[in-house]
């Protein structure tokens, strides 16, 4: 069994910047890749950004990069968001998982775990 516990979401301005975290426990958190996704109203689960295990390789969406930066630090089993220049249409519920089954890091059907999320609100 894996806990995961999102935080740092809130309302921020368009243009603004936030930092989400997600603390694991109860497994080698280190072991293993994590996601974060984001599912607005009456909209499907959706890939944000991806980290392997090491932190050595990230993964984006196309609607984030050059904005979003996933981190991790493995001594203190957490992984970051840190989302930069936010936009309305960013605004959803962010969720962090892990990934203990193989497969693509996009699809949300291949990871094991989801934390409980955290809404972002991008708005003036």
């Known amino acids: 069994q894996v806990q995961l516990v999102e935080s740092g979401g809130g309302l921020v301005q368009p243009g603004g910047s936030l930092r989400l975290s997600c603390a694991a426990s109860?497994?080698?958190?280190?072991?293993?890749?994590m996601g974060w996704f984001r599912q607005a109203p009456g909209k499907e689960r959706e890939f944000v950004a991806a980290?392997?295990?090491?932190?050595?390789?990230?993964w984006y969406a196309d609607s984030v990069k050059g904005r979003f930066t996933i981190s991790r630090d493995n001594a203190k089993n957490t992984v970051y968001l840190q989302m930069n220049s936010l936009k309305p249409e960013d605004t959803a519920v962010y969720y962090c998982?892990?990934?203990?089954?193989?497969?693509?890091?996009?699809?949300?059907?291949?990871?094991?775990?989801w934390g409980q999320g955290t809404q972002v609100t991008v708005s003036s």
């Open positions: 998982a892990i990934q203990i089954q193989s497969g693509s890091y996009r699809s949300p059907y291949n990871y094991d775990y």
């Open positions: 109860g497994r080698t958190f280190s072991m293993y890749a």
């Open positions: 980290i392997n295990w090491s932190g050595g390789s990230t």
